[in-house]
């Protein structure tokens, strides 16, 4: 799915997405690198390891690879609770489905299918350097943001996904 080549004229390699497959995401537009969990859920910039790099403009100081190692951090730090927030955002509705409502295998089914719907929407926004919402994202907004108005072309664009999402508020 990356670019299996060095980027432009500097010296990222593509190589670095093996050694932060969780998180680390390229911007195609900016030519800068993204945290995955940072950027869904931010931690406040001014606490954050390596500063914000990865979150506010993007990282693209190529000669300081070590930045990437500092912006993880030690195991309190921001990108670490930012990634346990992830984490227990996609594990917390799949416990209630298992444990409380043993909803059906389908029901299951859909639930992954939207989330990682979403997640894929979420990705591509970052890759392309767009922002993630807008002020006004109201059902009867013309424009609901990048990330809604995304998601809803991919639900016009594929049928199972549409059909998913039609049961569920978006
Ligand atoms: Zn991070």
């Known amino acids: 799915m990356y670019p299996q080549k060095e980027f432009g004229n ?7 997405f093996n050694e932060f497959p969780d998180w680390l995401e390229y911007s195609i537009e900016k030519d800068t690198l993204f945290c995955f969990y940072c950027y869904l859920f931010k ?4 606490e954050h390891g390596g500063g914000n790099a990865f979150v506010g403009g993007g990282f693209s100081n190529w000669k ?10 030690k195991s309190g730090s921001a990108h670490n609770r930012a990634r346990i927030k992830y ?3 996609v594990n917390q509705k799949q416990n209630i489905d298992c444990v409380l409502f043993k909803k059906s295998k389908r029901t299951k089914e859909e639930y992954r299918i939207r989330l990682n719907g979403s997640i894929d929407c979420v990705r591509f ?6 922002s993630f919402r807008r002020n006004d994202e109201s059902e009867d907004s013309k424009n609901q943001g990048n990330f809604l108005e995304l998601l809803k072309w991919l639900c016009d664009h594929n049928n199972e996904i549409n059909a998913i999402f039609l049961n569920y508020c978006i």
């Open 64 to 73: 300081k690879k070590e930045r990437l190692q500092t912006h993880v951090g």
């Open 10 to 16: 500097s010296s990222f390699k593509s190589s670095w």
């Open 87 to 89: 984490e227990t955002f």
């Open 43 to 46: 931690p406040n910039s001014e």
């Open 125 to 130: 926004l970052l890759w392309q350097g767009l």
